[in-house]
């Protein structure tokens, strides 16, 4: 079970700004009993979020108190710290989700530089490794929790000319995996969810057009935030009590062919 003896949960958002980072926090703000703590490198995004949940003052949004933090993700420090503000607000933490990424410059393997790599390895995969070693560190002494990665299909699936975006979110999906299996007995399930594309400012430096033939691959066409949103509530709560390991598929049938 996630929550308080109180009946109440608190949730932890890395990347929380951006678009899909503002659409779990609204999915997760309209649940009842849900603290959260939000964070973000970028404090406008932050901010952007913390507006669209109507709590601009920081003072809560439904019942749902709100306390926000800035960090970057590939600082392990500054995220021990996200966690250690919900640990001060709350006296617990139920749920981390890491969603923080950042896509590759556009170009094949030839192309990118070491730079484009260690970018990509140290937001993408050290960011969630961050998340994982900071999250279980208080809830293995707490009894449990659920942590869940924000991976990407492209994890599972060619994307040419984002090797390290690929290959990044690749090691998401298997770090979900081995932390499922090694923190188990310690009831921390640990999922991450397998978007499709949907648009964001992520793609803004992409070169005009680059999405066509993505969207084209899309049986349903390319997606919103919002249609995924879901999937992050579906895991971090109770009715994912059984679930652990998994690398759930969001996708408007991306990956089906
Ligand atoms: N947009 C898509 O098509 C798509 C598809 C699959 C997966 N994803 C993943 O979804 C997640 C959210 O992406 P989005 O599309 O909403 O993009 P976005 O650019 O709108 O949001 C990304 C957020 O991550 C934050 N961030 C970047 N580096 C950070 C760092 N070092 N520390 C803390 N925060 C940092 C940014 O400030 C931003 O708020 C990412 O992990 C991305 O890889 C996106």
Redesign the pocket.
């Known amino acids: 079970m996630t929550g308080s003896a109180a009946g109440r949960r608190v949730v932890a958002i890395?990347?929380?700004?951006?678009?899909?980072?503002a659409a779990i926090t609204a999915r997760l703000a309209a649940e009842p009993d849900t603290d959260l703590v939000l964070?973000?490198?970028?404090e406008a995004?932050?901010a952007a979020t913390v507006a669209g949940i109507g709590a601009g003052d920081g003072s809560g949004a439904g019942d749902s108190a709100v306390e926000t933090v800035l960090?970057?993700?590939?600082r392990f420090e500054q995220v021990e710290e996200v966690v250690a503000r919900a640990v001060k607000r709350f006296g617990r933490l139920d749920v981390v989700i890491s969603?923080?990424?950042?896509?590759s410059p556009n170009g094949r393997i030839h192309n990118l530089s070491t730079d484009d790599w260690e970018r990509a390895f140290?937001?993408?995969v050290m960011?969630a490794v961050n998340a994982v070693k900071a999250a279980v560190a208080v809830m293995r002494p707490q009894g449990g929790g659920s942590i869940v990665l924000?991976?990407?299909?492209?994890g599972m699936t060619a994307w040419s000319h984002a090797a390290p975006?690929c290959v990044t979110?690749a090691g998401v999906i298997q770090l979900a995996k081995v932390a499922a299996v090694e923190y188990a007995r310690d009831d921390i399930r640990v999922n991450c969810v397998?978007?499709?594309?949907?648009?964001?400012?992520?793609?803004d430096d992409l070169p005009e057009g680059a999405l066509d033939p993505v969207a084209a691959r899309h049986p349903l066409g390319l997606g919103q935030?919002t249609d995924v949103a879901g999937a992050y509530a579906y895991l971090a709560s109770d009715a994912a009590r059984w679930t652990t390991g998994s690398a759930l598929v969001v996708d408007g049938g991306y990956s089906a062919p």
Request: with cysteine.
């Open positions: 890395l990347g929380a700004g951006g678009a899909l980072g964070s973000d490198l970028s995004s932050l960090a970057d993700v590939s969603n923080a990424g950042v896509l140290s937001v993408n960011g924000t991976a990407s299909v492209s975006y979110k397998c978007p499709g594309t949907f648009r964001s400012a992520i793609h935030a």
